[in-house]
């Protein structure tokens, strides 16, 4: 989508961190753009800081791992800016944790937020994205995690999944005249290690006690040093941005983690090395 004025965006998880960074980003381009958050207070301070800069934003709270409230928060976008082009599934939550520590509570919020509240974002938006017919653009924030796998296996599994969603709309979708991104950040200065503050009631548990020593405790630890040293999310909605005009498939964040997607492929590869020059039995 070359022209981003006067087209209109709606935002998941856009109250804090990378969603409020491209809900910026892409305000500041000129477009409108309706923020949907869980967080009430979060999503009411951002829309008044937006607002100064006298930028066309709206705000709706929803749980988007509720099926209901996010048809709701479609329906409020539609009433308010009567089109919508672009979908930016961003909400997303850092639950699980690594085998030995999972819970079916874990599992359904860490799933329930970073990859079905995708897919029913898709199943809503991109119809109403089709109808009128100027074109329009997903993206859906996954993570290096779902690329490489190491660490909180629910988060990896969830991510995993919103880049295997996004590589196979790309194909399906652009016929259709919408363009599909996947965002894969690296580390980010934000909220995401205290997602717990928004988990809701139906998920109650799905946050264990953490080790305070030992390597699990280590671990934590040197993520959480990282994500307080990581890049400025606003740098990040810039990068989505440039994505959303030059229809890129993949948005990164940076290289850091190049060296280890590639050491994956090597991995794959050696897989069908391993098998190379043999007829498959039928
Ligand atoms: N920060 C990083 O280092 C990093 C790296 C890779 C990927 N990501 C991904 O980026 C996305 C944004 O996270 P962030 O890092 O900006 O964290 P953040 O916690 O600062 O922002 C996430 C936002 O999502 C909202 N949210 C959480 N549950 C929700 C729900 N059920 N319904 C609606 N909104 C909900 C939160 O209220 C919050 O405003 C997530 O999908 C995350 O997995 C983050």
Aim: with cysteine.
């Amino acid at each position: 989508m070359k022209e981003l004025a006067g087209k209109t965006a709606f935002v998941t998880g856009a109250a804090s961190g990378i969603g409020l960074g491209i809900a910026t980003a892409l305000a500041q381009a000129g477009v409108k753009v309706m923020l949907c958050d869980i967080e009430e207070k979060a999503l009411s301070t951002a829309l008044e800081q937006l607002r100064l800069t006298n930028v066309d934003v709206e705000g709706v709270k929803a749980d988007v791992s509720l099926k209901v409230e996010l048809r709701s928060a479609a329906e409020a976008t539609i009433a308010r800016y009567g089109k919508v082009h672009i979908l930016v599934n961003n909400a997303g939550v850092g639950g699980g944790g690594p085998y030995g520590t999972w819970t079916e509570a874990a599992w359904d919020w860490t799933l329930g937020v970073n990859l079905m509240a995708v897919i029913w974002g898709i199943e809503m938006f991109g119809p109403l994205i089709e109808q009128h017919g100027d074109g329009g653009h997903i993206v859906s924030t996954a993570s290096i995690a779902g690329l490489i796998s190491s660490g909180s296996i629910p988060y990896n599994v969830s991510k995993y999944g919103v880049v295997a969603l996004s590589e196979g709309l790309r194909g399906e979708l652009a016929p259709r005249g919408i363009g599909v991104s996947v965002l894969c950040p690296g580390f980010i200065r934000t909220q995401i290690l205290n997602s717990a503050r928004n988990i809701p009631k139906r998920f109650e548990g799905a946050v264990g006690r953490m080790p305070t020593s030992g390597p699990l405790a280590e671990r934590v630890k040197q993520v959480r040093d990282r994500v307080s040293q990581g890049i400025d999310p606003t740098y990040v909605g810039e990068l989505v941005r440039e994505g959303i005009e030059n229809d890129w498939p993949y948005i990164f964040t940076d290289a850091e983690f190049e060296p280890y997607i590639e050491a994956r492929f090597a991995a794959i590869k050696k897989g069908f090395d391993q098998i190379r020059g043999r007829r498959p039995k039928h």
